[in-house]
């Protein structure tokens, strides 16, 4: 019984088989002879071609429009941020020491200037806290409202400097120190505000001025007693540095006075908060000679050279530099005068 009915479904197979293929001979002859027919296909064919150029076209334009846009809402969504993002500043990491950073600054043209720069670079720079002292009887409107809006956790201070103790127009920037008070108000701020059992940092003098690396401030957020590192563009040099030997520094790669004991800038050392805490007295002084602010400074810190920790690769590196912003010529004024009402 199932040998009959695989023999009766070979036979049907066979004919079905048979049947296509006469199906399909008949067929090929009737397109094979009908030249009309396959005119009519062809064109078809060359229309649904086209259809589909037409079509990729519109998605390529598509494309097109579409990174614009895209390229648009990029440039929209930065500057959305730019306005309203919060700053790494103010992202505080309690693992990481605070950096107390100490920046005199007085009223000029290129003031605002200075100051926005600087602190484009410290919104980059987490657990940060920014002391601005204006060399000012009282604190300007100016310095005042930047503050309030550059994103930077802040404390506004003003102590005026005497005339007899200032630069007068045309003195050379070396004949007197400048930011004396100014620093020495940050000082008293920080031990007066801060409680040495609690607050744990690092203080820094950042000069308003200045150009410094990212870098410069992961560098010192470690320092022990303090950190010292070159500083470029300074003293009439490519740059000064503390020379260093087996770790250790051992002298001062600088033009004057090498013989100091601490022959560093300003922008070349960081100091623990624990030792601003322990040596309360320490302050700069405007009764000290050239270049011997500083000195005079870790002298009275108690700080020896054995202390100091050499950072920015053992000080092969440079990360800061001694820029200063060329003053404004303004004796255009006189001719086309600027609207006073507007802000600089």
Not at 29 to 55: A, G, M, P
Not at 90 to 99: K, V
Not at 253 to 275: Q, S, Y
């Amino acid at each position: 019984m199932v040998m009959m009915t695989q023999s009766r479904l070979l036979c049907l197979y066979s004919v079905l088989i048979f049947l296509g293929f006469t199906w399909f001979i008949s067929t090929f002859e009737y397109f094979c002879n009908n030249d009309e027919l396959l005119e009519v296909r062809e064109r078809q064919i060359d229309t649904y071609k086209q259809q589909v150029t037409d079509k990729n076209r519109e998605i390529e334009n598509i494309q097109t429009k579409m990174q614009e846009y895209e390229e648009k809402i990029q440039r929209l969504s930065h500057l959305l941020q730019i306005k309203t993002c919060k700053p790494v500043a103010g992202d505080n990491d309690p693992t990481l020491p605070t950096l107390y950073l100490i920046t005199p600054t007085y009223s000029r043209l290129e003031q605002k200037a200075d100051l926005t720069r600087l602190s484009h670079t410290l919104l980059h720079v987490r657990n940060l806290h920014w002391i601005v002292v204006e060399d000012s009887e009282v604190k300007t409107r100016l310095v005042t409202n930047f503050l309030a809006n550059c994103g930077i956790h802040n404390t506004h201070l003003n102590t005026l400097t005497p005339k007899q103790v200032k630069l007068k127009a045309g003195d050379p920037q070396w004949l007197k120190p400048r930011g004396v008070l100014q620093r020495n108000a940050g000082l008293t701020w920080i031990r007066t505000a801060l409680n040495p059992s609690k607050n744990k940092g690092v203080v820094y003098f950042a000069d308003d001025d200045n150009t410094y690396s990212l870098e410069l401030f992961e560098e010192m957020r470690q320092t022990q007693k303090v950190s010292v590192w070159p500083v470029g563009i300074v003293g009439g040099l490519r740059f000064e540095s503390p020379m260093v030997q087996n770790g250790s520094v051992i002298g001062w790669h600088t033009f004057w006075k090498p013989e100091r004991t601490f022959a560093l800038d300003m922008a070349g050392f960081a100091v623990n908060l624990a030792i601003i805490f322990s040596h309360s007295n320490a302050v700069f002084s405007n009764n000290v000679p050239r270049g011997y602010l500083e000195n005079s400074l870790l002298l009275q810190l108690g700080v020896k050279l054995k202390d100091l920790e050499p950072r920015a690769e053992n000080c092969n590196k440079v990360l800061v530099w001694h820029t200063r912003t060329e003053k404004t010529k303004t004796k255009n004024e006189k001719i086309t005068p600027s609207d006073i009402n507007i802000e600089v």
